[in-house]
């Protein structure tokens, strides 16, 4: 992966050692499973498209009794390209908001198809139909669904509580595509007392 195209700022004092776990991963392209907390989808939004670029529409469900999932459809106007990119916003939940600014980096939309984490790789193949390939094809409706994410494809360290993750599609001539919200939690599992 190309070093710069991934940036990482901060102004929050409570995940250094995160942000520069995760950049380290994305620069070596490792993978390592975690185990160690559950994330639990709460849910996706909508937040924006425009018209003359995309389509889009976002529905929230129940899964089954206990777990909720999403179904968004989109439909590009262009084609999308490698270039394009996504602008990843992290906002943590502290003293009853969302607070901005402690996680923000860029994502190529080709680096983000590489990006082994968040689970995006099974979002984007076995629950988008049809299978999201690059390059996205205009007018067609891409739709996933039924993603409930696998705790154990999210990178390690991540601090525990409710996260929004604010993505924003941009072409590369910084045309604003569209953004969509995710928000969800990360709970630690209790540890057992090692005697
Ligand atoms: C979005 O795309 C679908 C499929 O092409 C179409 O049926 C729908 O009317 C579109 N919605 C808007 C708001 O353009
Ligand atoms: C709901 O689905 C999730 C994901 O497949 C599963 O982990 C969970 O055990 C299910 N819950 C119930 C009550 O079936
Ligand atoms: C991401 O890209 C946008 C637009 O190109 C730029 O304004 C912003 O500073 C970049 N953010 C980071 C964290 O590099």
Redesign the pocket.
Known sequence: MDYHTF?V?FSGRVIPKMLLLLALFVHVNAFVRQNRYDVIHERMEAEYYDPTLSNLSCINYKYNRTTRAFILAVTFKNDLTERD?F?IMGYKWLSNRYRLDIL???LTVKNAFRFRYFDLDRLMHSCTTPPAELPLIKGVTYTIRDWVPDSTKFPPGIPEGRWKIAARL?TAS?KHILSINWYGAVKYKLRMESK
Do not use: D, E, I, W
Request: glycine share 12%; net charge neutral; hydrophobic share 35%.
């Open positions: 940036y700022t990119t602008l923000q980096f860029n941009v910084g």
